[in-house]
């Protein structure tokens, strides 16, 4: 395990105490040691990483000098191949990075290698297990980042969220994942698979790391999470899903909320079924943005995956059209839940990492903020009935992201 | 000139008095007599697109049969080079179709070429001269796309707009040009410039064809242009740039504008300087999503871009929000113009194509309706104090794309 935050890395890679290169080298030890169980890499090469390694250690500065990061296998990098998890692409190397990898670069990381994805961050899984239980998943899409951070491979990872591929998977994990406002992160060079919703996301082990890499991703100075903040007026969500979730689940949400002195909050009634629009908008994109791969390559798309492509091809343009317009009214309905409160709280999943790889969960707490476009991070708050880690999942209003960090931090103290 | 329009050819396909071959044939010697000067096309292969067309002789209906289609030089193609218009990406073959390309083929047309861009459909011209006069910029981005169907070379090419990259190089070229409401087709495979706004953009010479091409596009059956539409209420929209219209725009428009009836409309003075945050928007994102091309090969961007990066760089995170939000009450705004007139009326472009090639002219008649996500067509209904066309552009309600169409048809046999 090599439990050093990306943020105390960096500190010590700056102080001297600590190369980049030994750094990069017990990451490697470490995933000798365990990646044959956890199955989070799906593209590894020892020799580049340490090549980029020494290169970092040789450079002047930059805000995570030397710190090896995890990047999704739907992100591109023109050194690395970039597979989706699919035999279209297997073994394709890009021509190009992808902006989020090319600004990690300029703030002299190491790309580590390319984690394992469900195909084309749908549902059908990857071969990577649970770090806290192999005989369970970790959640996917993103399901090689968030072991691979929970098992201490490296400390910063790349997901990517259409429903609830980056907070879903953290939970599982038990560890930080943050799926920033919509729109703020750079999406070229990753595959797309709905335009309205698709979102990079973040995984560390510490809310400072995510801090960190934030500012990394946008191209601007880090705001530090701020331990000074007032306590924060906090609402509890249940959301129209809330018997869904297992009775753990539901009671931690229950004893945090109570804790915190969280204020119920629901949705205005006409947002009952906004799961419904979520479906119908990432359906109707996703039919069309493989248009490629179902004319040229069908065979080689999963069975699972050509099955909701058919079935996404019978929503229709008007109803496509009436669930943008929900969509409108929902994101500022949800604003508006802001007025009187800082953070919502409610479940990151509906329980622990189901069992088996095959099934990587669900991802419906999630695609409703997905679909918001909300900022949310889940913390590992609790453990289930399996001893499997349980998250809360924090939502802030949007772009409000700094704030929501901060928060995040104070609930971690108090909850 | 081939003046037959996607329409009519896929009739005659069907009805065997044309094959695609002959079709093709007749496009390609269109070309290779005209290219020499207006230079549409940057990569063009006569076997590849006959053995396309042969394969379409033989293939059983389809949507597009047999119709040759020129595609923008930022949208993937596997068979073909997309160059981007920059050395970066010269002679690079992408591994897919974009998703719009892929429709096409399902629809059993031919794809013809690449179509000259901008650099990366930003400022910086390609070579493209206006089928009008070799003296005159025939517009940007999609330069070659509009010269292409301008000039008789294919029926129906694909463009982008961020800005005004679809209906200004229409209007200067003096076709029709289409910009759907946002969100509406697949950008999967084109290279992204701005999230927030970048749009795929169809041209054509009918608006029959217009609907046509877009029907392939969304993977439905197109919606005919109704020809039995009530008079539609027009409304007048000067915009708040109406004084940098040249005198022979602003002549035309209040002229079709009293034929038409048409009663002024205005936005709400808080929204005068709604492109300003437009600007803020599509710098603060291109100045991230060319990270990738900034870090590793600064040296083969042009001058003019590096230049708008640089100065991108300056924009805030609070400026970036600030303006997304406004934007958020301005699509509302405009959404609400609509409750009283079915159509607004305002120009294409400020006035004819530019002199040189230099400068591919003023997109910002264009970025307001961009930023509003309103769907545009522009209609060839004029000609300038210099003999070049004069387009009126119209914007309907944002999903309300077909009867915007079935009004354009309307306003053309009545302007």
């Keep these: 395990m090599n439990p050093i935050s990306a943020t105390e890395a960096v500190e010590a890679i700056e102080a001297g105490t600590l190369t980049s290169e030994r750094l990069v080298q017990a990451c490697l030890e470490r995933i000798a040691g365990r990646d044959p169980v956890v199955k989070a890499w799906v593209h590894l090469d020892p020799a580049l990483a340490l090549r980029q390694a020494r290169a970092a250690d040789q450079a002047r500065g930059g805000l995570l000098r030397g710190v090896p990061i995890g990047v999704k296998d739907i992100i591109d990098t023109h050194d690395m191949p970039t597979g989706h998890n699919s035999p279209i692409f297997e073994g394709k190397v890009p ?45 996917g899409s993103s399901s090689g980042s968030a072991a691979a951070v929970a098992d201490g491979h490296v400390p910063l990872a790349f997901g990517t969220q259409t429903g609830g591929s980056v907070i879903r998977p953290a939970a599982y994990c038990g560890i930080i994942g943050y799926k920033p406002t919509f729109g703020d992160l750079s999406r070229v060079g990753i595959k797309m698979q709905c335009h309205s919703v698709d979102t990079l996301g973040l995984m560390a082990r510490t809310l400072d790391d ?83 791969e ?48 800082d953070v919502l709280i409610c479940p990151s999943a509906p329980g622990e990492a189901p069992k088996g790889q095959e099934f990587t969960g669900d991802p419906r707490f999630n695609s409703i903020w997905t679909l918001a476009g909300t900022p949310c991070v889940t913390l590992p708050l609790g453990t289930g009935a399996q001893g499997l880690p349980l998250g809360v999942q924090l939502v802030g209003l949007r772009h409000a992201d700094d704030k929501l960090l901060s928060i995040a931090q104070w609930v971690l103290s108090h909850a």
Aim: aromatic residues 6%.
């Design 95 to 139: 021509f190009g990075d992808a902006a989020c990898v090319a600004l990690c670069r300029s703030a002299n990381s190491v790309i580590m290698g390319k984690t394992v994805t469900t195909e084309f961050a749908n549902r059908h899984p990857g071969p990577t297990t649970n770090p806290h239980n192999a005989n369970h998943t970790p959640g």
């Design 294 to 341: 179902r004319l040229r390559n069908p065979d080689k798309i999963s069975a699972e995956l050509m099955a909701i492509l058919k079935k996404s091809d019978g929503i229709t343009l008007d109803r496509y059209v009436a669930a943008q317009r929900r969509t409108v009214a929902f994101k500022a309905h949800v604003d508006s839940l802001f007025d009187s409160i």
């Design 210 to 292: 995510i801090a960190l890499f934030r500012g990394v991703v946008l191209a601007l100075p880090p705001v530090p999470i701020d331990r000074d903040i007032a306590a924060p007026r906090i609402g509890f969500c249940r959301t129209p899903i809330w018997d869904d979730a297992e009775p753990d689940t539901r009671a931690l949400l229950e004893k945090v909320a109570a804790r915190l002195g969280a204020a119920d909050v629901a949705f205005a009634p006409e947002f009952k079924d906004i799961l419904d629009d979520h479906g119908a908008i990432t359906g109707w994109e996703t039919a069309r943005n493989y248009a490629d």
